[in-house]
């Protein structure tokens, strides 16, 4: 098996992924110093199980993991790959080849991976375990291991050759069976302490148990007695409840009786109610049929009245208004024929207007077209003709004009030529200046760009720090706030327990005596002396309650002293504890067994708590024999599992007591109490401590900060000055180069103006020229259209001349159809007028007809509706007669109404009596039942006081027990029996029980002693049999590496003689080891005494006679040779290269002599800080890297 492959990222140096191929033979990595070589040693140090970051040259695991550089931020994870060649099966795994791989996150967690498989640590360490690679091994080999061999003294050099022996674990065992011995010597200590106990405390226990019994037989005996007579008091006390429940149920069947017959009584006074009600409704509906009958009789009576004088009306006015009818009809029927003729002549009239019109509008027309056509054709003409000779001479001076401006333009055409040659010289020479002018502009600006750029930088920086100086002054402040709070509360704690603030007055006063040194031998309270755990903390306040109060002493006489104290200063009373007499109490053992197995068992509650182990047995006897339970369900089934023999109490403070009551609810919760006040001070104190450290750690950090605003500020003022010049500058070359811009711009327009005016000049004379083309072709045009319109304007005045005589023959025409028209109109205007008149006329006389005839009707109405007035009579005869009926009925009902009210009279009077002889039957039944509930209270306390003080019934005691007949006898003896209980005394009943448990207690105990005796024996035995198992495999490791020493020094150094020995050859366990050398040439010498060269080879020697004895499959050699001269590191070169045949060596070194000697060469560098990179390195530049 060999080491192949190494492969890492994040670790340390190695930001970049790496991956170093080994060989067999020898492998050098070389490098300056600094550069990250030793980094490769710590990469397989690590992966192969390395869990002290001390031994990785860091303070914590994180630090292994890359921390950024100037340019390189910081990784989040290292990870490392070793990959072995496992052909030869080495490591007991079916694979040709293993990666192991390691990888931690900055986070703490790590990750573990054997051929990409997750894995523990463990796996990884147990896989090297017995290869030669384990934490045991040397496999890796560093410049300490040799300094430590030069250095120690020879009793610490030993530890070397324990390390090559394998001994360490038998050392740790041995230890870890000394520390039991200890153990088991104090536990037998501790027991036969206790037994000691024990037997003081049996004698006067048999004594109470005696006592107990005898209390015990005379307690049953009075139980018999007392439940006779309680049989027989109980029986008679049922036999008169029976008769008054009797006597009471007679009377209560009479008032059963009387309450039926006053049940009828009130239902026929309530029948007798309702039928006078009927008839009071019953009238009082009559005399609203009465009054609903006399409305209508007025109601007719006025009816007919109204139809007599309507008659009357219709008669008078029926002839007139008929008259008026017929005399309308006859007008409307004139006026509709009028309207009828009239609207006809109008039609006719309106016709023979527009005719007219139409007529006079054709005949102006046709006059005026005729005219004003021919004198608008000659107009016209005459109009074109002087146009034609204004173009004429338009286009002469055209032309004309034309030629000059031809000959002007040849001229300036050949002058602005010349002045455009002369602007492009003087612009070829502006463009090159300022071409000049704008390298310096641009090398300016990237100058103060630049510069910008790092007063932008600066600045962010400055203002990052300012704003987190702010957030750490907030910090503080807040930090600072809440250590004041901290502090004021813990001086409030402070004062309150230094004052004894919560103890009972006669406690407070013993603890202030006893700080005042006025009493002697006082400890303290429980409370003072007790470490309560956070999570037992209110099962142990519940279970200890008052009793933390009580106060230890260490003698009686102490505690005598201190009751005589109270008592002088008349202070109150206090509960002492003598150490010297208080003895504890325990769960028996085959309880124990079986609480370790019970479902909710949490501890005994005297082993959770820490207490200075002198006042332990104060402690067993407070609460050796309680048990906390997870809650109160499995406190009841702990309380069934032990008995219930011991109390039991819940983490939530619920009690099981002994014999089986509970004890439970809840607590008023006191957060200054004395169980949590002396905890909430620790917790204080823990926290003012974090606080301050917090508060240190921000000052530290302020201070630096600061210190680093103030080198940011000087930086930035230093940039800012330097921006400044450069702005100067580049405002100054900026100013040159727009002036010589703006001159060249100005040169560029000149010229462009100029070409431009030169192309205008071409465009113009090729205009003019194509002008005058255009000229003498139009004027041609316009001398053949002046013959034309002269010609024209001859005709139309022709024409003009035969026109003037027919316009005159119109004229008349046209006067004639105006006079007609005028004359119609006023006929249509007439005639329109005459017959609006008439329609009007006819509206008015139809809306009279509607009125005569709406008249007319009403009255044809009222006469036929005047045939009712016999029926209105007959109606009021009939109402009139029903009135009368009514009345009768009214009287009627009266009377019987009368006759009802005396009958209920007579009814309620007979009530009345029957219920006062009710009432009276009431009283005699609730004064019965008095007496019968009186009597039942009393049986009922005697059943209770039965159920009560003797857990039975009466139904029971019946069966188990018979009467008495002297009763007075027995109450005789029931004096007598509690006379002779009180004559006992104090009588304590759990002597019996603790008789038992006592004697029950020592068996055990005597038994435990005597397997505490065997373990101690047995113990000897084992560190014994450690001991001779060391000596031998040191001793045979030590001839091994001696033997070996001999020949490897002699290879190393060419010769000479080395020796191993022993400082105590008698005590193999802690004898130290010389070495003493002597190198050719010279005599046999200690290894002090030899030159540091000598001793360093010496030293090298001994490691490699090491690696002899226990072999590994490779090595890792750091820089062990660097205190070499070149002609011994020749010597280490050569030996390392004979023995690599059987060894795989990775050198890490920068001594020339190691390199040449290598199979393979890695080059390690630092070309970017912080950062280390693998190159190949050749032979030939071997030197020079070392000179760097």
Excluded at 182 to 208: F, K, S, W
Excluded at 674 to 703: C, G, M, P, V, W
Aim: aromatic share 6%; net charge negative; with cysteine.
């Amino acid at each position: 098996m060999y080491l192949k492959r190494l492969e890492s990222v994040g670790f340390k140096s190695f930001a970049e992924k790496i991956s170093v191929d080994f060989v067999p033979g020898v492998t050098a990595v070389v490098g300056p110093n600094g550069s990250g070589k030793s980094n490769v040693t710590d990469a397989i140090r690590w992966v192969l199980g390395e869990q002290s970051a001390k031994s990785l040259r860091g303070t914590k695991m994180e630090d292994i993991i890359f921390q950024g550089s100037d340019t390189r931020k910081a990784l989040n994870m290292a990870e490392v790959t070793l990959t072995l060649n496992n052909e030869s099966q080495s490591l007991p795994l079916d694979y040709k080849e293993i990666s192991v791989t390691r990888r931690v996150y900055r986070s703490g967690d790590s990750e573990f991976y054997i051929n990409k498989e997750s894995c523990r640590l463990k796996d990884i360490v147990d896989l090297f375990l017995d290869s030669g690679l384990g934490r045991e091994a040397f496999s890796i080999i560093s410049q300490g291991k040799v300094e430590e061999i030069l250095s120690s003294k020879a009793e610490e050099r030993r530890s070397i050759f324990e390390e090559a022996a394998g001994v360490l674990k038998y050392k740790n065992r041995k230890k870890k069976a000394e520390f039991k011995l200890i153990e088991t010597e104090d536990n037998l200590h501790r027991v036969e302490d206790i037994l000691n106990e024990i037997e003081t405390q049996r004698e006067p226990l048999a004594e109470q148990a005696s006592i107990a019994k005898d209390y015990l037989a005379k307690k049953k005996e009075l139980k018999e007695t007392e439940l006779k007579l309680l049989r027989t008091d109980i029986a008679n006390m049922h036999e008169d409840w029976k008769e008054m429940s009797q006597t009471l149920a007679t009377l209560k069947d009479k008032r059963t009786a009387f309450s039926i017959s006053l049940g009828k009584e009130e239902t026929e006074i309530d029948n007798t109610q309702s039928e006078m009600e009927s008839a009071e409704q019953t009238v009082q509906s009559l005399q609203q049929d009465l009054l609903r009958i006399t409305e209508l009789i007025e109601k007719k009576t006025g009816e007919k009245n109204v139809w007599l004088e309507r008659k009357k009306y219709t008669r008078e006015n029926k002839d007139k208004v008929e008259h008026e009818r017929n005399q309308l009809k006859t007008t409307l029927a004139k006026l509709r024929t009028e309207v009828e003729r009239e609207t006809k002549k109008t039609d006719q009239l309106a016709e023979e207007r527009e005719g007219i019109k139409q007529q006079l509008k054709e005949k102006e027309k046709q006059a005026s077209l005729t005219t004003s056509d021919l004198d608008r054709s000659i107009e016209n003409s005459k109009s074109d003709y002087i146009d034609l000779l204004n173009d004429v001479a338009r286009l002469k001076h055209t032309m004309q004009s034309s030629t000059d401006q031809l000959k002007q333009l040849n001229e300036r055409s050949i002058a602005n030529k010349t002045q455009v040659h002369e602007q492009e010289a003087r612009q070829l020479t502006l463009r090159d200046e300022v071409e000049q002018l704008q390298v310096s502009f641009k090398q300016e600006e990237s100058v103060k760009t630049e510069l910008n750029s790092a007063y932008e930088a600066l600045k962010h920086d400055h203002e990052m720090l300012r704003t987190t100086l702010t957030d750490m002054y907030q910090k503080q402040q807040e930090a600072n706030r809440t250590i004041d709070k901290l502090e004021s509360r813990k001086d409030v704690l402070t004062e309150m327990k230094d004052s004894f603030q919560g103890f009972f007055q006669g406690v407070k006063a013993v603890l202030a005596a006893r700080d005042k040194k006025e009493v002697a031998g006082v400890i303290g309270a429980v409370i003072e002396l007790i470490d309560i755990p956070k999570a037992y903390m209110t099962a142990i306040e519940t279970a200890i309650g008052g009793q933390a109060q009580h106060v230890i002493v260490e003698t009686e006489k102490a505690a005598r002293e201190a009751i005589a104290f109270l008592k002088t200063a008349n202070a109150g009373r206090a509960t002492f504890y003598p150490l010297e007499s208080i003895r504890g109490r325990a769960v028996a053992p085959s309880y124990l067994t079986k609480l370790t197995q019970q479902t909710g068992f949490v501890a005994i509650a005297a082993e959770v708590i820490t207490i200075d182990k002198r006042y332990q047995h104060v402690l067993d006897y407070l609460l050796g024999h309680t048990i906390i339970a997870k809650s109160l369900a499995d406190a009841n089934a702990i309380a069934r599992l032990v008995d219930r023999k011991y109390r039991v109490v819940t983490l939530e403070g619920d009690i099981v007591n002994p014999g089986g009551s509970m004890t439970g609810g809840a607590q008023k919760k006191n957060g200054s109490s004395l169980f949590s006040r002396d905890q909430e001070l620790q917790t204080l104190t823990e926290k003012l401590s974090a606080y301050h450290t917090r508060l240190n750690s921000f000052l530290s950090d302020i201070s630096e900060k600061e210190d680093e605003q103030k080198k940011v500020e000087g930086k930035l003022a230093t940039c800012e000055e330097k921006v400044n010049q450069h702005t100067q500058q580049l405002r100054q070359v900026e100013q040159a180069y727009h002036e010589k811009a703006l001159t060249l711009k100005h040169q560029q327009q000149q010229l462009k103006n100029e070409q431009q005016t030169l192309n205008h000049l071409d465009q113009d004379k090729e205009a003019i020229t194509k002008q005058l083309t255009e000229a003498k072709r139009d004027l041609a045009t316009r001398e053949a259209e002046i013959e034309q319109v002269k010609e024209k304007i001859a005709g139309l005045e022709d024409q003009r001349k035969n026109h003037q005589t027919i316009s005159e023959k119109n004229k008349d025409a046209i006067n004639q159809l105006k006079i007609q028209q005028a004359t119609l109109e006023k006929s249509y205007a007439y005639q329109v007028e005459k017959r609006d008149d008439l329609k009007r006329s006819e509206a008015n006389y139809l809306a009279e007809q509607k009125e005569n005839e709406a008249l007319y009707q009403t009255l044809i109405d009222d006469e036929e509706k005047a045939v009712s007035e016999t029926l209105l009579s007959e109606e009021i005869a009939s109402l009139t007669a029903e009135k009368t009926d009514v009345l009768k009925d009214i009287q009627s009902k009266r009377e019987y109404r009368l006759q009802l009210q005396t009958l209920l009279q007579e009814k309620e009077d007979a009530y009345k009596l029957n219920r006062n002889k009710q009432q009276a039957l009431i009283e005699q039944i609730s004064m019965q039942e008095v007496k019968t509930n009186r009597l039942d209270v009393e049986l009922e306390n005697q059943l209770n006081y039965l159920q009560e003080t003797y857990e039975t019934s009466f139904e029971r005691l019946k069966q188990s027990t018979a009467e008495i007949e002297d009763t007075e006898t027995a109450k005789k003896r029931v004096k007598l029996i509690k006379k002779g209980i009180e004559e006992l005394g104090i009588i304590n009943l759990g002597a019996i029980d603790e008789f038992e448990r006592i004697n029950e207690r020592f068996t055990f105990l005597t038994t435990q002693r005597d397997d505490l005796n065997e373990a101690k024996a047995t113990l000897y035995a084992v560190i014994n049999e450690m001991d001779k198992e060391m000596e031998k495999r040191f001793r045979s490791t030590f001839m091994a590496i001696k033997g070996e020493f001999e020949e490897v020094f002699r290879q190393l150094f060419g010769g000479g003689h080395a020796a191993l020995e022993l400082t105590d050859p008698t005590d193999l366990l802690k004898t130290g080891v010389e070495i003493k050398a002597q190198p050719p040439g010279k005599k046999a010498q200690q290894l002090a005494l030899l030159s540091g060269g000598e001793r360093a080879l010496t030293a090298i020697a001994l490691l490699f006679s090491i690696l002899r004895v226990r072999p590994v499959p490779f090595c890792v050699l750091d820089e062990v040779e660097a205190a070499l001269d070149e002609a011994n590191v020749d010597r280490f070169s050569r030996y390392l290269k004979d023995y690599s045949q059987e060894t795989q060596f990775i050198v890490i070194t920068h001594r020339k002599g190691t390199m040449e000697g290598a199979d393979v060469l890695y080059g390690v560098t630092m070309q970017e800080s912080g950062v280390s990179r693998f190159v190949s390195v050749k032979l030939a530049e071997t030197e020079a890297l070392l000179e760097s």
